[in-house]
């Protein structure tokens, strides 16, 4: 079984700051997504990355994906106080002939929170 | 255009109880994923169905069983609850693009077990 290590498990900041959420794992993943999970609610996908070294942006969210495929890394600009959320990383596992499994493995989330 | 559909959303049991939760999905995704989600500890996989009339283990699947009614449904089941399986449940369908799979989630199912 693959391992993401996502750090910070927690963060608190005041509006208008950076912060940067990053996913580490020994194992090279196919593919990584983000995702984010409101209270009481189930996880919604942010972005998928799947190209070494790629980086999408999303408005004030940026991901960007290592290049040899084992971390990833989420930075928000300007960190508004809807931002507030758990946010999850997971890898997809691949096999050496590099054919999806089509599993994901999570890593423990990161609670945001931006105060007003 | 629902998504992803967990019931019950919460429940009680007892120790020793039984019970079953029900997923079903609109998207037409052939794949089906049951997770677990406790504090500090992301998702857990429980049991998937990569597609109907398959199931497999995940990584914590003791103490549940799974039925993949038909490409809509996926069920999972606590034959014997326990207190250790007290979690937030949360029913997946999953897609796969060539090394791309991306997961939706229904609203979750918050048990407690006694």
């Known amino acids: 079984t693959q391992l993401l290590e996502q750090s910070p498990q927690f963060l608190s900041i005041q509006e208008g700051e950076n912060l940067t959420v990053y996913c580490n794992s020994s194992s090279v993943f196919s593919s990584l997504q983000w995702y984010r999970q409101e209270p009481g609610e189930g996880p919604v996908l942010l972005v998928t990355v799947v190209t070494g070294g790629e980086v999408k942006k999303l408005k004030r969210l940026t991901f960007q994906f290592g290049d040899a495929r084992k971390d990833s890394s989420l930075h928000i600009t300007a960190a508004q106080p809807g931002d507030t959320g758990l946010y999850l990383c997971?890898?997809?596992?691949?096999?050496?002939?590099?054919?999806?499994?089509?599993?994901?493995?999570f890593g423990q989330g990161t609670i945001l929170t931006v105060h007003p | 255009n629902a998504g992803v559909t967990q019931t019950p959303k919460f429940q009680v049991l007892k120790t020793g109880q039984s019970m079953t939760l029900q997923c079903a999905q609109d998207m037409n995704h052939n794949s089906m994923y049951w997770y677990r989600q406790d504090p500090g500890m992301g998702l857990r996989l429980i049991y998937y169905s990569a597609s109907e009339g398959t199931t497999d283990k995940g990584e914590v699947p003791n103490g549940y069983n799974v039925s993949r009614l038909n490409k809509r449904e996926f069920s999972l089941r606590l034959e014997s609850a326990a207190p250790s399986q007290t979690s937030v449940y949360f029913c997946?369908?999953?897609?796969?693009?060539?090394?791309?799979?991306?997961?939706?989630f229904g609203q979750g199912t918050r048990l407690t077990v006694v």
């Open positions: 997946a369908g999953q897609r796969s693009l060539y090394m791309n799979t991306e997961a939706f």
């Open positions: 997971a890898g997809e596992e691949a096999n050496a002939g590099g054919t999806s499994y089509g599993k994901l493995t």
